[in-house]
């Protein structure tokens, strides 16, 4: 059984896509063990205790500074005691420590085709209104391992959408969500729960 930890900062269609796909069986012999949240507000942690999947908020707020809350993160983390952490939306860097603890245990969605629209700075809406102002005739959405990097871990999957004369980066976001990223973040975790897709040993 794949134990995973699902990283949330807002909406979790991400975190429903990977609820859906384990129920429908898509995504076979797994659980999700843990979501966590830097965002109380994140509907997110509705969706998962809707599904009666633990959720907890680990707030930068309630901490006088950033170290400190990188420490209960990590802790909470390590609580959860996942085989893989899923970022799904997740808009805090990960600490080079928790990078290194969690080796090929770590993956991440982003809304463009790396290395296109991505780094420092791109996350939401901005990817796609990057994407629309350089006049790309094609985007999408890439799931790839994490490192210390901005989103330069191994590529591991890509969907690509095409853009439309008419659209706005909203339009854009929502077609490339549901074209791409519901698909393939599924599939790579089904992926690593049936083996195809190697991952970070235990340590
Ligand atoms: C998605 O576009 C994801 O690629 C990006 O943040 C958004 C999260 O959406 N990193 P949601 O919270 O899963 O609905």
Redesign the pocket.
């Known amino acids: 059984m794949l134990k995973l930890c699902v990283l949330?900062?807002?909406?979790?269609?991400?975190?429903?896509?990977i609820i859906d796909n384990i129920a429908n069986g898509i995504i076979p012999d797994t659980e999700i063990v843990g979501v966590l949240s830097n965002n109380r507000k994140?509907?997110?942690l509705e969706r998962a205790k809707n599904h009666g999947i633990p959720a907890v908020c680990v707030s930068p707020k309630d901490y006088p500074t950033r170290d400190l809350f990188y420490q209960a993160f990590m802790e909470t983390v390590d609580r959860i005691d996942p085989d893989l952490i899923v970022?799904?939306?997740?808009?805090v860097a990960i600490p080079a420590p928790m990078v290194q603890k969690y080796q090929r245990r770590i993956i991440?969605?982003?809304?463009s085709l790396i290395p296109s629209f991505c780094g420092v700075g791109y996350?939401?809406l901005r990817?796609h209104q990057a994407a629309l102002e350089r006049g790309v005739k094609i985007t999408g959405?890439t799931v790839h391992f994490v490192d210390e990097g901005t989103d330069t871990g191994e590529i591991l999957m890509q969907k690509a959408v095409e853009v439309q004369d008419k659209d706005t980066p909203e339009t854009l976001?929502k077609r490339?969500?549901e074209e791409a990223?519901?698909k393939i973040?599924p599939q790579v975790i089904a992926m690593a729960a049936n083996g195809t897709l190697k991952i970070g040993e235990r340590t």
């Open positions: 949330v900062s807002g909406g979790g269609t991400n975190l429903q896509a994140a509907f997110a970022l799904a939306g997740f808009l991440n969605i982003h809304p996350y939401g990817v959405a976001q490339v969500m990223e519901w973040l």
